[in-house]
T-cell receptor, first 105, second 114 residues
Framework: DAKTTQPPSMDCAEGRAANLPCNHSTISGNEYVYWYRQIHSQGPQYIIH???NNETNEMASLIITEDRKSSTLILPHATLRDTAVYYC??????FGQGTRLTINP | DGGITQSPKYLFRKEGQNVTLSCEQN?????MYWYRQDPGQGLRLIYYSQIVNDFQKGDIAEGYSVSREKKESFPLTVTSAQKNPTAFYLC?????????????FGEGSRLTVL
C-alpha cells in the first residue's frame, strides 16, 4: 500500500502562505493524492485532491510534481482557523500521522 | 441535509462489556469505513465495506466486529476481546471504487473504558 511522509509540525504567520509538503514515492499510476485536515476532536474535513495536474479550489491549491512522488498543499492566506492537523493520503485506507500546522498571529 | 451521523458522541463502558457504535449516512454512498484514533496519533483503519453485505478487515480489526445489512448503516461493535478500547472512533463514507471520491467523516464517538 502506498504510504506518505509528512513533517510532524510546521508554523506559519497569519496572512502568509502555508506550504505543506508530502512525499509519496511509492504512489501508483492511478492513485489520487487527497488532503484532509482535522481540527481537535472533530472528524477530518476534505480539502482537495489531484491525480497529475495541479488543482485549486476555494480552500487551497495542490501542486503535484511531474514524477508524482511528492506534492505540496498551499493555503494562500493562512488564518488562525487554519490551525489543524493536515493529512496527505494516497488511498483511503492509509492515514499517516499528518502535519500539525500552527498559525501564529 | 446530507451527511454522516455517529452516535453516541461520548460513551463509557465497564471492562468486559461489549458496546456498539452507530454510523448512518444519507449520502447514498456505497463504501463505509471505521477508523480508530488515539491521542496525538493518526487514523488507523479497523474495518471497511465497499458494498452491502460485504466488509473487509483493516489493520487493527482484532476485538472489533461490524455488519453491513443496509447501505445507510455500518455499526461497529467493540467487544470485550479488544484490549485497549479507549479511543476516538471515526466513521466515514465515500462513493466507492478505487478512486471513488473523497471521504466524508462523522463527528466521532469517544469511548472510555472505566
Amino acid at each position: 500500500d502506498a504510504k506518505t511522509t509528512q513533517p510532524p509540525s510546521m508554523d506559519c504567520a497569519e496572512g502568509r502562505a502555508a506550504n505543506l509538503p508530502c512525499n509519496h514515492s511509492t504512489i501508483s499510476g492511478n492513485e489520487y493524492v487527497y488532503w484532509y485536515r482535522q481540527i481537535h476532536s472533530q472528524g477530518p474535513q476534505y480539502i482537495i485532491h489531484g491525480l497529475k495536474n495541479n488543482e485549486t479550489n476555494e480552500m487551497a491549491s495542490l501542486i503535484i510534481t511531474e514524477d508524482r512522488k511528492s506534492s505540496t498543499l498551499i493555503l494562500p492566506h493562512a488564518t488562525l482557523r487554519d490551525t489543524a492537523v493536515y493529512y496527505c493520503i494516497v488511498q483511503k485506507l492509509v492515514f499517516g500521522q499528518g502535519t500539525r500546522l500552527t498559525i501564529n498571529p | 441535509d446530507g451527511g454522516i451521523t455517529q452516535s453516541p458522541k461520548y460513551l463509557f463502558r465497564k471492562e468486559g462489556q461489549n458496546v456498539t457504535l452507530s454510523c448512518e449516512q444519507n449520502l447514498n454512498h456505497d463504501a463505509m469505513y471505521w477508523y480508530r484514533q488515539d491521542p496525538g496519533q493518526g487514523l488507523r483503519l479497523i474495518y471497511y465495506s465497499q458494498i452491502v453485505n460485504d466488509f473487509q478487515k483493516g489493520d487493527i480489526a482484532e476485538g472489533y466486529s461490524v455488519s453491513r445489512e443496509k447501505k445507510e448503516s455500518f455499526p461497529l461493535t467493540v467487544t470485550s476481546a479488544q484490549k485497549n478500547p479507549t479511543a476516538f472512533y471515526l466513521c466515514a463514507s465515500s462513493m466507492g471504487g478505487r478512486s471513488g471520491g473523497e471521504l466524508f467523516f462523522g463527528e466521532g464517538s469517544r469511548l472510555t473504558v472505566l
